[in-house]
C-alpha cells in the first residue's frame, strides 16, 4: 500500500547518489508501507523510525509488541504513529507480514530480529509466500568513490555458489533494478580473475563467457554484458588500455556480478570498510522488494535500503496505474 503525500510527478527523479535516492523518494509523491518483521531491536527500530522522518516510508510493525515498546522507550523512540501486530514467534510474524502484502497494505518487507533464510523462506513457500519473477537475489546499489554515479554489486547476500542458470536470472535482476533506477541500457561486467576463459581450472570463467553470449543474443533486453572480467578492467578505462581490452563495459561497468557468495561479500566489505562506500542492500526477484539490514550497515545504510526499496515499489505502482 502506497499512501498519497502529495500530487504525483509524471517524470520519475534519476537519481545520481544514495541521498539523492532519498530525496526522490519524498519527491515522487507516495509513502509506501512496510511491514517490518519481529522489530525489536534497536537498529531495526532506529532506521523504521527516520525512514518516516524522511518521508521515504511507513512501518508497520508486526512482532512482539511489548519487546519492540520497550526498546523503543529505551531508544526514545515514538511508535504510537504507527500501526501494530502483535505476533509471539517468527512464523506467526512472517505470515502476519505477508498476508498484509497480499491484502495490499503494505507495499515492502522489512527483516528484523529474525534470520534472513527464514524470511526469504516463507516468502518462497508455495502456498502462502509471494509470486516471484525467477530467483531472489540480494543487489547492492553503492556510489562509486569519485564519480557521480550509482553501481550495482551483486550477489554478495543471497546466492551461495549459483550455477549459470542462477547467475543469469541474477543478472537480469540487477540490469531491472538498474533499469527502474533510470540507466536505459546497464552495462554489466561478470567479474572473475582474468579476461580469458581457463576451464575447468576457473569454472568461473566459463560461465561468465557464457552469460555474456547471452547478453549479446538479447536475453536480457537492452544490455551490454562483458566477461570474463578482471574488476579492474570493469571500473578503470585506464586499466582496460593498458590491457588492450576494448569493449563497451570495460572502465563503465554499471553492474559488477561476482562469481560467488564469498567473493562478494569480501568486495561488499571491502568497499565498505575501505573506501567508505555506503551501501544500500535490498533483495529483488519477487513482488516486494525485500529489506534485509546487517548490524553491521551504518545508520545511513540502513535509512539508503530503505529508500531504494521504497523507490522500486513506488516505480511499480506508477507503471501499473
Known amino acids: 500500500m502506497i499512501r498519497p503525500k502529495t500530487a504525483p510527478k509524471t517524470t520519475l527523479p534519476r537519481p545520481r547518489s544514495l541521498r ?29 523510525v527516520a525512514a518516516f522522518e524522511h518521508g521515504v516510508a511507513e512501518p508497520v510493525l508486526v512482532g512482539d509488541l511489548g519487546a519492540a515498546r520497550a526498546k523503543a522507550r529505551e531508544l526514545g523512540l515514538n511508535l504510537s504513529p504507527f500501526e501494530a501486530i502483535d505476533a509471539q514467534d517468527d512464523q506467526e510474524a512472517l505470515f502476519a507480514a505477508l498476508g498484509l502484502y497480499k491484502a495490499g497494505q503494505v507495499s515492502l518487507l522489512m527483516k528484523g530480529l529474525i534470520s534472513t533464510a527464514s524470511l526469504l523462506k516463507a516468502v518462497l513457500d508455495k502456498e502462502r509466500g509471494l509470486p516471484t519473477q525467477g530467483i531472489l537475489s540480494h543487489v547492492a546499489l553503492f556510489r562509486r568513490p569519485g564519480h557521480k554515479r550509482l553501481m550495482i554489486l551483486t550477489d554478495a547476500g543471497v546466492n551461495i555458489k549459483p550455477n549459470l542458470q542462477r547467475k543469469a536470472e541474477i543478472v537480469r535482476n540487477a540490469v531491472n533494478t538498474l533499469r527502474a533506477l533510470g540507466v536505459k541500457i546497464p552495462r554489466v561486467a561478470m567479474l572473475a580473475a ?10 568461473a570463467t566459463l560461465d561468465a563467457d557464457l552469460v555474456a553470449k547471452m547478453g549479446a543474443a538479447g536475453e536480457f533486453g537492452a544490455a551490454l554484458v562483458a566477461g570474463p572480467m578482471a ?3 570493469a571500473v578503470s578505462i585506464r586499466a582496460a588500455r593498458i590491457k588492450g ?77
Open 231 to 233: 574488476l579492474d578492467v
Open 20 to 48: 539523492e535516492l532519498v530525496r526522490a523518494c519524498k519527491e515522487m509523491g507516495g509513502l509506501p508501507r512496510v511491514a517490518v518483521v519481529r522489530p525489536s531491536d534497536g537498529f531495526v527500530l532506529r532506521a523504521a
Open 245 to 321: 581490452v576494448d569493449h563497451p563495459v570495460a572502465g563503465r561497468a554499471d553492474i559488477l556480478c561476482v562469481p560467488d557468495i564469498e567473493s562478494g561479500n569480501v568486495l561488499y566489505k571491502s568497499l565498505n570498510t575501505f573506501s567508505g562506500a555506503e551501501m544500500a542492500g535490498i533483495v529483488v526477484g519477487c513482488d516486494a522488494p525485500i529489506v534485509v539490514p546487517s548490524r553491521g550497515d551504518s545508520e545511513r545504510s540502513k535509512l539508503s535500503s530503505l529508500a531504494l526499496a521504497s523507490y522500486l515499489a513506488q516505480r511499480k505502482a506508477k507503471e501499473q496505474t
Open 194 to 203: 582474468t579476461e580469458k576463459v581457463n576451464f575447468p581450472a576457473m569454472p
